[in-house]
């Protein structure tokens, strides 16, 4: 029994002609040499620290726009004087309480909208990482669309980003990857804000600590080292990060700048 047999779904069977789909092989450049990309816990926490400051930046950058509106024929999202072109990654229920990956396709959407998501299923099946290799799972604090999406767009494309489409009636939202977001949300932080981003992480979510900052800041491009179990880090002023050991990982025991 796999062990996420009781949580998920069957696992998916190919579809007919699907879209293009990327080679298995490795994550985007940040992942730190080891990581077990079998391990969700381990994959997620790598993802974050990228995902979290784009996210966030992209929620300030449409923040003020009146009205969003998703073609997925033309695989267009429009958020008031913004477009951008969308790839459908799947969907949420809130009456089954239940994700379903895009790759199922039971809206028959065109096969060039489900490129990335067939991309996602590929290195699921390559690395062993359950949760992307079946249909369905149940939804929890652990598995659900924003941890999913950010899985995705962070561990398998250098410059995506995702936006959660809810449906009109609340019952349920659609996740689409934003193919062509604005540059300027992938540039990287300043000490301060790689300080808060990580304190605001740490508290909101489980993770693996260690492979949670080393992969911030080889994404965000900013140089450390190791001094014990501590890490600096080199912004225009130092930051350290002291871990402590805690069962078989590290988690933050300070955090000062």
């Not at 900052?213 to 890490?231: A, I, M």
């Not at 225009?236 to 300070?254: C, L, M, P, S």
Request: hydrophobic share 35%; charged share 20%.
């Amino acid at each position: 029994m796999p062990l996420f047999g009781n949580l998920f779904g069957k696992k998916s069977v190919p579809q007919e002609n699907p879209a293009p789909q990327a080679g298995p092989g490795a994550p985007v450049g940040f992942f730190p040499e080891g990581t077990d990309l079998s391990d969700w816990d381990q994959v997620f926490s790598a993802c974050l620290g990228k995902m979290y400051t784009v996210q966030t930046r992209l929620a300030e950058l449409v923040k003020d726009e009146p009205d969003w509106h998703i073609d997925f024929e033309a695989g267009v999202l429009r958020l008031g004087q913004y477009q951008f072109r969308t790839q459908f990654l799947g969907s949420e229920s809130y009456v089954s309480n239940s994700w379903l990956w895009g790759w199922e396709n039971v809206n028959n959407f065109p096969g060039d909208l489900l490129g990335q998501v067939h991309i996602a299923q590929t290195y699921g099946q390559s690395w062993g990482l359950e949760p992307l290799m079946y249909a369905q799972c149940e939804l929890n604090d652990t598995f659900n669309g924003h941890n999913f999406s950010m899985v995705v767009c962070g561990a398998l494309a250098e410059d995506r980003c995702y936006y959660r489409c809810p449906t009109a009636s609340g019952q349920g939202a659609a996740f689409v990857v934003l193919c062509d977001p604005p540059k300027e949300i992938f540039r990287p932080v300043d000490g301060i804000t790689f300080v808060n981003s990580v304190t605001q992480c740490i508290q909101q979510f489980y993770l693996d600590h260690k492979i949670f900052v080393e992969s911030f800041l080889r994404w965000n491009k900013t140089s450390f080292h190791w001094s014990g179990d501590s890490l600096i880090a080199h912004f225009d002023t130092n930051v350290t990060v002291e871990f402590e050991q805690a069962g078989e990982n590290y988690r933050i025991k300070n955090l000062k700048q």
